[in-house]
């Protein structure tokens, strides 16, 4: 990148006509951080004077499908390749559209704070993972045999573990030290020496219901000066902010809490600006999200389609309402479960009979919510696994005999769905590792819908029924 003193006075013409663009998006990033959940959800960062002004009037985000952007003279050109001047030059890079599904998220994960962020969309939820922690596992050293690791909960999505086990161990030798318990601290802090480089957890994971406490793993990892990075997929900015709670980098797969429709597969990083790193880089350090769009994530090239970026803009804007909604079917349903002759054991957060309840209920609560008495409102999600009372056969039969709820890998849907994730999201884990992750057969993950949850009941008991 070239410095503004071996610019040209042409190219430094349109950075000077930048600087009100810039100041004038920050004065409305400032205003819409004091508006509410629900408003930044519906807004973002698209103002009214960014629809007149840029967009031709338009009420709701425009979708851009181009892929690319072209400029008045090659001093723009250069001003913009050198990201010197707002600009989104190629869909790859960047594109108007999926900066405002950016910038929305960046402001709802910052919700009710002075925190600053920044973000970049993925194609993916699982390139969203990949772009997170690469970037903190470069070589230090010119050493051949360099010593890397990074200490993460085994309690986690099937793709994360592949990722981490496979290709990342396996295939490139950087360690990854698997956390079993990860309410405990003390295995946390056993695992992290001088060559760590981040920790990383699902909050709640995917399909146990694992979760810690991220105010106290964070100091942790800050402590031994690393950051914390967290997979908030199932929670969504509405029930879960984890940089609110000392996290420095949040990612989400957008294919699934927040885009309840199943029409779009995507992925979001949101960082912290000032995130705790031992790599020496100024300008990761102090804008990660920015950072790693610019360099990174234009290297490696897992963009959003536009198309997914405006699906989910229109999604999030009733986030909110989508997951009280699923929340209190889930906990109706949780409840029922609970006590069926037929079903052995029930992980949802939501029970007070959950042994990581307690924790739960420090983290989880609905965003601008209070009961009658002024205090907040937990709810705890979409997402459950039951253990049939039987063996896998009979758990098969169980799912077999499912006539309403969708029989498949997906979450987050709008329609109820169900998976066996022995046979299905984390068979290629093994049946090792399986057992450490605490995923027996007869393990039955339910992600609840926007059926009336008596409908779902009936149709859990007439397949329970069936053995």
């Known amino acids: 990148m070239s410095s503004n003193q071996e610019l040209s006075p042409g190219v430094m013409k349109y950075i000077k006509e930048a600087e009100k663009i810039i100041q004038e998006r920050k004065e409305y990033w400032n205003r819409m951080k004091k508006a509410k959940f629900d408003t930044i959800a519906v807004h973002g960062l698209y103002s009214i004077e960014e629809a007149y002004n840029k967009n031709q009037g338009s009420v709701i985000e425009p979708l851009y499908l181009s892929s690319s952007q072209c400029f008045k003279d090659s001093d723009e050109l250069e001003a913009a390749l050198a990201y010197k001047i707002p600009a989104w030059i190629y869909t790859r890079i960047a594109n108007p559209t999926i900066y405002y599904l950016e910038q929305t998220f960046a402001l709802l994960e910052t919700y009710g704070t002075d925190l600053e962020a920044s973000a970049c969309a993925t194609a ?107 997979d908030s997929t199932i929670a969504t900015p509405a029930l879960l902010r984890p940089l609110v709670h000392g996290a420095d980098i949040v990612v989400h797969s957008l294919t699934k809490s927040a885009t309840a429709s199943g029409y779009i597969i995507g992925g979001i990083i949101v960082a912290r600006k000032n995130i705790v790193t031992n790599i020496d880089n100024d300008e990761m350090r102090e804008n990660f999200g920015e950072w790693v769009k610019l360099w990174p994530f234009r290297d490696y090239g897992p963009c959003l389609s536009p198309l997914n970026a405006i699906f989910t803009i229109s999604e999030i804007k009733t986030l909110r309402i989508k997951m009280d909604h699923f929340s209190r079917s889930s906990m109706k349903i949780a409840q029922f479960l609970e006590s069926h002759p037929k079903v052995e054991r029930v992980d949802y957060l939501g029970l007070p009979s959950h042994p990581l ?101 009936k149709d859990l008991d007439q397949a329970l029924n069936s053995i």
């Open 124 to 230: 993916s939820g699982l390139s969203a993972i990949f772009l997170a922690t690469e970037p903190f596992l470069i070589k230090r050293t010119r050493k051949i045999d360099e010593k890397i690791n990074f200490v993460a909960t085994i309690q986690c999505y099937g793709g994360t573990y592949q990722l981490f086990n496979l290709r990342r161990m396996e295939e490139r030798g950087i360690e990854v030290r698997w956390i079993k318990d990860a309410t405990d601290l003390n295995e946390w802090e056993e695992k992290i020496d001088e060559n760590t480089r981040f920790l990383y957890g699902e909050m709640p994971s995917n399909p146990q219901l694992g979760i810690f406490d991220i105010e106290e793993v964070a100091k942790l990892a800050h402590e031994h000066g690393v950051p914390l990075i967290v």
């Open 357 to 457: 309840h307690k924790l739960a209920k420090k983290y989880f609560k609905l965003v601008d919510s209070e009961d009658e008495n002024g205090n907040p409102v937990n709810r705890y999600g979409h997402l459950m696994s039951f253990n049939v009372a039987g063996s896998a056969e009979d758990t098969r039969k169980v799912y077999d005999n499912l006539k309403l709820i969708f029989r498949a890998t997906d979450l987050g849907r709008i329609k109820s769905i169900a998976t066996i994730p022995a046979i299905s999201t984390h068979q290629q884990q093994g049946e090792e590792a399986r057992k450490e992750a605490n995923i027996p057969p007869q393990m039955i993950r339910l992600c609840v819908g926007g059926e009336d949850p008596d409908d779902l009941i």
